[in-house]
């Protein structure tokens, strides 16, 4: 079966290039959903049931921090990876503490993409 | 506690760097420095991000309308003429996201990294005030590409 993941970018062209990098990490067949902002997607994470999100951390309306918060604070335990263009320490420790799995630094690659999905096993 | 006087600013080379690995990651063609860039006019588009922390100020992309449009095209793997100028915008923003968030990584934390602004259609910058730090002048397909770190309160014009 098909994985579905949800891209959240306030930026439309960075949602492109993440799903054209899913598509090269060998993700082709991924079942994809964009959401431009945290509010966005929160409610694709807690009405759709996709498997995996991928997310901004500096979005308009809701950040991606604040994302992931609401989406575990309704028990929805959905793997949840920040791809964003800062990863100082106190971010990673941010991120794994409010429950996100990975966190991939922009500019990346297709591998960056691959071994993170790799390991969550979903 | 760093000040704003005694902060890393990131060099001419360190902006370089960090255009290298974005330009390869996202956009088609090698962006070298320009051997005559600081006699280049300032670029007519441009995006920017303020970084407030320890260090306060703002990093800032530049070029002209024509390589802007030529940016967006490869990052949205389309033909320039198909590019709309809000995908223009979106495409510099995100450019300016990209480096500042990578620029912010050489700066004292904690530091908090705005969303972009974009001046599809400007002569000048306006951050009254702030003060140039550091300045790149490269070249991409032949047009000036500037990148520059600006310190200053005042150059906390973004969004």
């Not at chain 1, 306030?10 to 990490?25: E, Y």
């Not at chain 1, 964003?84 to 971010?91: G, I, K, L, R, W």
């Amino acid at each position: 079966m098909s994985l579905k993941i949800v891209v959240a970018d306030d930026s439309a062209v960075m949602r492109k290039i993440v799903v054209r990098t899913l598509r090269q990490a060998g993700y082709g067949d991924a079942l994809i959903a964009e959401a431009a902002d945290g509010a966005e997607l929160v409610d694709i994470a807690l009405n759709d049931g996709p498997d995996i999100c991928l997310s901004d951390w500096n979005m308009p309306v809701m950040t991606g921090i604040e994302a992931l918060r609401a989406i575990r604070a309704q028990g929805v335990n959905v793997p949840f990876i920040f791809v964003t263009s800062e990863s100082s320490d106190a971010m990673r420790e941010t991120a794994e503490t409010a429950g996100a799995q990975a966190l991939i630094v922009k500019p990346f690659t297709a591998d960056a993409f691959a071994d993170a999905i790799n390991a969550l096993a979903v | 506690m760093s000040t704003q006087t005694d902060a890393y600013v990131p060099t001419a080379q360190d902006l370089t760097s960090i255009a290298e690995l974005v330009w390869s990651s996202y956009v088609d063609g090698e962006i070298v420095p320009d051997p005559a860039g600081e006699a280049q006019a300032f670029p007519a588009v441009i995006a920017h991000v303020s970084i407030s922390g320890p260090w306060n100020g703002a990093v800032l992309i530049g070029c002209d309308p024509a390589a802007s449009r030529g940016i967006a095209a490869a990052m949205f793997a389309m033909e320039p003429e198909e590019v709309s100028d809000e995908e223009v915008g979106d495409a510099f923003g995100e450019m300016a996201n990209i480096i500042g968030g990578n620029v912010k990584a050489l700066m004292p934390e904690p530091s908090a990294l705005s969303l972009p602004s974009v001046a599809l259609d400007t002569r000048g910058l306006q951050l009254p005030g702030a003060v140039m730090k550091s300045r790149a002048d490269l070249l991409w397909n032949g047009a000036p590409v500037h990148i520059s770190v600006w310190e200053g309160q005042s150059a906390h014009g973004g969004n």
